[in-house]
């Protein structure tokens, strides 16, 4: 469900629509495998830190925000552009990290580009999109790929300006690990916050509060959505029982607490650059386990069916020889392994081909004097 952030500020009358592109879980969106830091870099670890970070720049200049994908899941795109258009927001941005392929070396695609609808736009949009690439540009050095017209649903089913950000490519090696970097998520926001500020005509003056780089810490009183980050963090790992709501409350801090205690670091209540270090590491490692435990899962319940199917926890039904292994097994010619295993492509030693052979004899036999 969408959440609607309002400014400490005074409402300048406008909503902006953020969309942090894809899930924490959705299948294929992430870096290849990165050796130094041991694992893939996934890519709504870039896209909803930059939303949170934006937003609380927004925020901070009178807009409300929009988030249309608040929780780590996957929200369905028909969900995310019908809140944006159930509150009327007066545009929508989307954040993303683009790919050529699976592999560092599969391409030498790079660079930023930001994407509107291929059909019949307004003059806003274009014009959305040369006033956020144009700071876009202007940033950390990379390629800019400039303006591309795309049939992407959250370009087309939002009836307003919308325009989709790719911030670099994660199979760039040198791209991919900007992902991660703090600094980087902070440039682009404040690019996109830019740019939004030029197209309402909106006076900018620069990144305070939350995001400000003189403030790298969270405390009781703070709101925004970088609090909601981290609150949808400490509940998913049992620290936080409250609601989600952006704010950093008596709750919130004594969840912090918790967890600090939990990890053996400095108890403070605040959530700065140390604890919040060991909150991506402790996510991290828990998304690691919990795809291990669904394929564990998915494994088991491929063991039961084959079972059920085949009589034997390895042998699928579109095995080429399922039927006749089920067959031989009926007519008590064959037997599987203590653990439910036939292993249809192990070699068969001698030993094993003579107890075949007896087992198939003997069973003729009884056959026979029946």
Same mark, same amino acid.
């Given at each position: 469900?969408?959440?609607?952030?309002?400014?400490?500020?005074?409402?300048?009358?406008?909503?902006?629509?953020?969309?942090?592109?894809?899930?924490?879980?959705?299948?294929?969106?992430?870096?290849?495998?990165?050796?130094?830091?041991?694992?893939?870099?996934?890519?709504?670890?870039?896209?909803?830190?930059?939303? #949170?970070? *934006?937003?609380?720049?927004?925020?901070?200049?009178?807009?409300?925000?929009?988030?249309?994908?608040?929780?780590?899941?996957?929200?369905?795109?028909?969900?995310?552009?019908?809140?944006?258009?159930?509150?009327?927001?007066? @545009?929508?941005?989307?954040?993303?990290?683009? #790919?050529?392929?699976?592999?560092?070396?599969?391409?030498?695609?790079?660079?930023?580009?930001?994407?509107?609808?291929?059909?019949?736009?307004?003059?806003?949009?274009?014009?959305?999109?040369? @006033?956020?690439?144009?700071?876009?540009?202007?940033?950390?050095?990379?390629?800019?790929?400039?303006?591309?017209?795309?049939?992407?649903?959250?370009?087309?089913?939002?009836?307003?300006?919308?325009?989709?950000?790719?911030?670099?490519?994660?199979?760039?090696?040198?791209?991919?690990?900007?992902? *991660?970097?703090?600094?980087?998520?902070?440039?682009?926001?404040?690019?996109?916050? =830019?740019?939004? @500020?030029?197209?309402?005509?909106?006076?900018?003056?620069?990144?305070?509060?939350?995001?400000?780089?003189?403030?790298?810490?969270?405390?009781?009183?703070?709101?925004?959505?970088?609090?909601?980050?981290? =609150?949808?963090?400490? $509940?998913?790992?049992?620290?936080?029982?409250?609601?989600?709501?952006?704010?950093?409350?008596?709750?919130?801090?004594?969840?912090?607490?918790?967890?600090?205690?939990?990890?053996?670091?400095?108890?403070?209540?605040? *959530?700065?650059?140390?604890?919040?270090?060991?909150?991506?590491?402790?996510?991290?490692?828990?998304?690691?386990?919990?795809?291990?435990?669904?394929?564990? =899962?998915?494994?088991?319940?491929?063991? #039961?069916?084959?079972?059920?199917?085949?009589?034997?926890?390895?042998?699928?039904?579109?095995?080429?020889?399922?039927? $006749?292994?089920?067959?031989?097994?009926?007519?008590?010619?064959?037997?599987?392994?203590?653990?439910?295993?036939?292993?249809?492509?192990?070699?068969?030693?001698?030993?094993?081909?003579? #107890?075949?052979?007896? =087992?198939?004899?003997?069973?003729?036999?009884?056959?026979?004097?029946?």
């Amino acid at each position: 469900m969408a959440k609607l952030l309002y400014p400490k500020v005074d409402w300048n009358g406008l909503t902006v629509a953020l969309d942090d592109g894809h899930g924490m879980k959705t299948a294929g969106k992430r870096t290849p495998f990165i050796k130094d830091l041991g694992r893939s870099i996934r890519e709504n670890e870039f896209n909803r830190k930059v939303v #949170a970070f *934006l937003a609380d720049i927004l925020l901070d200049h009178g807009f409300r925000v929009l988030l249309t994908a608040p929780t780590d899941y996957d929200t369905p795109l028909k969900q995310r552009t019908d809140a944006a258009n159930a509150y009327k927001a007066d @545009c929508l941005v989307s954040i993303h990290f683009n #790919a050529m392929g699976w592999e560092f070396d599969y391409s030498s695609a790079s660079g930023i580009s930001v994407h509107i609808f291929n059909g019949w736009i307004t003059s806003k949009t274009k014009h959305l999109a040369e @006033c956020v690439g144009g700071f876009l540009k202007q940033g950390t050095k990379q390629k800019y790929r400039g303006i591309v017209r795309n049939n992407f649903h959250m370009l087309r089913e939002y009836n307003g300006p919308a325009i989709l950000t790719e911030n670099g490519f994660m199979d760039d090696p040198e791209e991919a690990r900007l992902m *991660l970097k703090t600094s980087f998520q902070k440039e682009v926001a404040s690019e996109h916050a =830019q740019g939004l @500020c030029k197209f309402f005509n909106v006076s900018y003056h620069g990144v305070k509060g939350v995001a400000d780089e003189n403030k790298n810490w969270l405390e009781l009183g703070d709101t925004g959505a970088k609090v909601l980050e981290h =609150q949808k963090d400490l $509940k998913v790992l049992g620290f936080y029982k409250d609601k989600l709501d952006g704010s950093f409350g008596p709750n919130m801090e004594k969840a912090v607490y918790a967890f600090q205690k939990d990890q053996g670091i400095k108890e403070d209540g605040l *959530l700065g650059p140390n604890t919040e270090k060991h909150l991506d590491a402790a996510m991290s490692k828990y998304e690691a386990a919990q795809i291990e435990k669904s394929k564990e =899962q998915k494994e088991a319940e491929r063991m #039961a069916e084959n079972k059920k199917a085949t009589g034997f926890t390895d042998v699928s039904q579109d095995h080429w020889a399922a039927e $006749k292994i089920k067959t031989a097994q009926k007519l008590g010619l064959v037997n599987g392994y203590p653990d439910e295993t036939f292993k249809p492509d192990k070699t068969m030693t001698r030993a094993e081909f003579a #107890a075949g052979l007896v =087992q198939a004899y003997e069973t003729i036999q009884k056959g026979q004097s029946k």
